[in-house]
T-cell receptor
Framework: EDQVTQSPEALRLQEGESSSLNCSYTVSGLRGLFWYRQDPGKGPEFLFT???AGEEKEKERLKATLTKKESFLHITAPKPEDSATYLCAVQYGAQKLVFGQGTRLTINP | KAGVTQTPRYLIKTRGQQVTLSCSPISGHRSVSWYQQTPGQGLQFLFE???????NKGNFPGRFSGRQFSNSRSEMNVSTLELGDSALYLC????????????FGQGTRLTVV
């Protein structure tokens, strides 16, 4: 069965404490892997698109990487404003987009 | 460039009623997808429209339907509302090509009482 699994479900860090979020997938015919950030009560905000293994994208304190089985979202020296739920989504086959359950990230000052 | 606009933002309906939600995509985007988001199930795909045709459909009952107009605006309809339909309904638009990122609206918060 095609699946997208994110871990951990929740992560609490101190300000400045770097870490990584994981998104593993079991789909065939990957067309793209996407990372989104979602704040409470709002729609997901697009962060990155990755297309092939070995690809990396960076934006401020965030860096996304992709292998054939998983993607990582690395957060370097996070700030409280980075607190949000981070969602990973995979597009495959007939352009269907499947989301993981998300990682709820909390950065304490 | 204007983003994805969803109306209304909030809605309260009674069981058994029907509801219509609206989504205006980013100008030039031909694909509109709808999602249901609940705390327990996360983001679940409802359906996708491209050039007025339904291109993909998720595993939801026939009470959930949609359509897309020639200007790419889309509507989603839920008939015979149930308590379990309470959720955040999100619309996303994309250019339509495979691998193109989707941009989301703020969502419509539907509460069924």
């Amino acid at each position: 069965e095609d699946q997208v699994t994110q871990s951990p479900e929740a992560l609490r860090l101190q300000e400045g404490e770097s870490s990584s979020l994981n998104c593993s997938y079991t789909v065939s015919g990957l067309r793209g892997l996407f990372w989104y950030r979602q704040d409470p009560g709002k729609g997901p905000e697009f962060l990155f698109t990755l297309y092939s293994a070995g690809e990396e994208k960076e934006k401020e304190r965030l860096k996304a990487t992709l292998t054939k089985k998983e993607s990582f979202l690395h957060i370097t020296a996070p700030k409280p404003e980075d607190s949000a739920t981070y969602l990973c989504a995979v597009q495959y086959g007939a352009q269907k987009l499947v989301f993981g359950q998300g990682t709820r990230l909390t950065i304490n000052p | 460039k204007a983003g994805v606009t969803q109306t209304p933002r909030y809605l309260i309906k009674t069981r058994g009623q029907q509801v219509t939600l609206s989504c205006s995509p980013i100008s030039g985007h031909r694909s509109v997808s709808w999602y249901q988001q609940t705390p327990g199930q996360g983001l679940q795909f409802l359906f996708e429209y491209f050039s007025e045709t339904q291109r993909n459909k998720g595993n939801f009952p026939g009470r959930f339907s949609g359509r897309q107009f020639s200007n790419s605006r889309s509507e989603m309809n839920v008939s015979t509302l149930e308590l379990g339909d309470s959720a955040l309904y999100l619309c996303a638009s994309s250019p339509g090509q495979a691998g193109a990122e989707a941009f989301f609206g703020q969502g419509t918060r539907l509460t069924v009482v």
